[in-house]
């Protein structure tokens, strides 16, 4: 998903490597366009953050103190929207566009969910200055899950599951079937997105991963290659299900030779 | 990895044939080989009374459904490799069909076989041609000796052919002729970006009647034929006889692998697997790479096609 200033999401995750496609090209792009960033961790250690944006391909060192991360000092909502204030402020007098902003948020189990409200509603006010843009990031594996569902209200990113929303491909989550459900054209523009989001699927899942492909008008090689790399890396009985597969698709598989592929089941349109 | 072997065997009759055939599959048989027979119906029928109860371990399909075109041909012989690639040596009796074809088929059929010299050149496939001289034309028996380095008779020994040609150079001499000039009617407009290739070609289609299934077939090769050319380009498309033409040029780009597209995707990508995938799409496929630029040009059949 592509943000720009004023946009206030989260992300909810169970594991690093599900943070990956939301955050890694919310960071790159705004390293890559005219923002700078801040990651502020909470249980984590700095030091790690800084390894999984590298895991990433983002380059902690090599932008000139655009991009900081550090830890959180006082988890008070208002000491806290304060320094993102001033942060922001500094990065516009700067000569940067905006600051993007993204928080671990696990400091809120600790304080209460009155703070963690009190947060949301005050940081609010610093997007829409139009300063700043953030994601807070939420763990399943610490927060109630009514807690989750509240605050995913109070973002504007009410669409969690979409993962990429570019500008012919768009990533959604699906819970039923477990897996992704794809619309649009997929070639070069959206084939990074792609595999990234099948991976973090992939993780996310325990057993089959489903592929809806139903709304997909055109799929390039490339686009056919990630998803039977993807299956073909499956191990312990698992399959990488697409369903509802256009007919000429169907063919192209076949033509290719990837209707064999081991881990993959291809489901057409009646599927 | 073993060399390719590969001989022309040039026959008068039906004798003359299963001399040459039965040893060569019973040999094979013999060694555990791998032994894959794609001819006439009327030669595997030949073969299968001669060699008995041996014919059930071969392998084998009649020419006309063993790949239609040339680049399908050529991916059947690497897929039948790759899958027996276990085996020192995989032995292949390879009859194309000759009769009733045009001068442009015949040019790409002649082509291959001798692409075939660098396609499979370590693969260790031992691989004999039959040419039916109660069939086929002086001429494209005169060029079987310049597309296979040996002649065989007998199944077991060669000799050289004697006018063999260096593969580079036959296949030089083949697209040596320019592609005929896109006719006045033809609709052309230049692209950057590639996405708006697949746009154009699949608009074009459709307006010259070509929907469905068909038209997005044709999108996915022009857009992977641009892919491989790169961007911006030129394309243009019009209508043949049974045919849908699509023109993608690439000013001052030179395409330089005359053979690029005729190997099958493996699991590592490689820039040719989107050409490979427009060869298998259409049934023609021409590069043309010139001191201007270069050129690609797909030929997929027309709106009218029956299928049956």
Request: proline fraction near 6%.
């Amino acid at each position: 998903m592509r943000m720009g200033p004023g946009e206030h999401r989260s992300v909810a995750f169970s594991d690093e490597a599900e943070l990956e496609p939301v955050l890694a090209p919310f960071i790159s792009d705004g390293l890559a366009g005219r923002d700078k960033v801040l990651y502020v961790t909470d249980v984590t250690h700095p030091a790690v953050a800084v390894g999984l944006l590298r895991g990433w391909g983002i380059d902690p060192d090599g932008h000139g103190g655009r991009l900081e991360v550090r830890e959180l000092g006082t988890p008070d909502p208002d000491v806290m929207v304060a320094e993102l204030t001033e942060a922001a402020h500094r990065a516009r007098a700067e000569g940067y566009r905006a600051l993007r902003f993204t928080g671990e948020m696990s400091w809120a189990v600790r304080e209460g969910t009155d703070s963690l409200t009190a947060f949301e509603t005050k940081v609010q006010a610093v997007f829409d200055s139009g300063l700043a843009m953030g994601i807070c990031q939420y763990d399943r594996r610490v927060f109630p899950p009514v807690t989750l569902s509240e605050l995913q209200r109070l973002h504007s990113g009410a669409d969690v599951d979409l993962e990429f929303d570019g500008a012919l491909l768009r990533i959604r989550r699906s819970a039923r079937p477990p897996g992704l459900e794809l619309d649009g054209e997929i070639d070069a523009n959206g084939v990074d997105e792609l595999a990234r989001a099948l991976s973090a699927a992939v993780l996310r899942e325990s057993g089959d991963v489903h592929v809806d492909m139903g709304r997909i008008s055109f799929i390039d090689l490339s686009g056919l290659r990630v998803l039977v790399d993807t299956a073909t890396a499956l191990t312990g009985g698992r399959s990488l299900v697409l369903n509802h597969v256009p007919e000429h698709v169907v063919q192209l598989i076949g033509l290719i030779g990837w209707d064999r592929a081991p881990g993959l089941r291809v489901r057409g349109g009646d599927a | 990895m073993e060399p390719m072997i590969h001989q022309a065997c040039l026959y008068g009759s039906d004798q003359e044939f299963l001399e040459m055939a039965v040893p060569f599959v019973r040999d094979g048989l013999a060694d555990g080989e791998p032994v894959l027979v794609t001819t006439t119906s009327g030669n595997l029928e030949l073969l299968g009374e001669a060699l008995g109860g041996d014919a059930a371990q071969v392998d084998h399909a009649e020419t006309a459904y063993y790949g239609r075109r040339t680049a399908q041909r050529a991916t059947a012989f690497t897929r039948y490799w790759r899958r027996n690639s276990r085996h020192r040596r995989v032995r292949i009796l390879a009859e194309p069909v000759w009769q009733g074809r045009s001068a442009r088929d015949v040019l790409a059929w002649k082509r291959m076989e001798s692409g075939l010299n660098l396609l499979l050149d370590d693969t260790g496939i031992w691989m004999i041609c039959p040419y039916d001289l109660r069939s086929v034309g002086a001429g494209i028996a005169e060029d079987a000796l310049r597309t296979h380095p040996s002649v065989c008779a007998d199944g077991r020994t060669g000799r050289p052919s004697g006018s063999y040609a260096d593969p580079l150079d036959f296949i030089g001499g083949c697209d040596a002729a320019p592609l005929p000039a896109p006719p006045p009617d033809a609709t052309s407009a230049p692209i950057d970006e590639i996405n708006d290739v697949r746009r154009f070609v699949t608009d074009e289609a459709y307006r010259r009647g070509l929907a469905g299934e068909h038209a997005s077939m044709l999108a996915v090769a022009a857009h992977e034929a641009a892919r491989y050319l790169g961007m911006p380009l030129t394309a243009g498309v019009w209508a043949g006889f049974g045919a849908l033409i699509c023109d993608l040029r690439r000013p001052g780009k030179a395409v330089s692998d005359p053979l690029a597209g005729f190997r099958p995707p493996g699991p590592i990508e490689r820039s040719e697997d989107g050409l490979w995938l427009a060869r298998q799409i259409c049934d023609h496929v021409d590069v043309r790479a010139d001191a201007a630029g270069s050129t690609i040009r797909l030929q997929a059949a027309g709106p009218r096609l029956q299928t049956g």
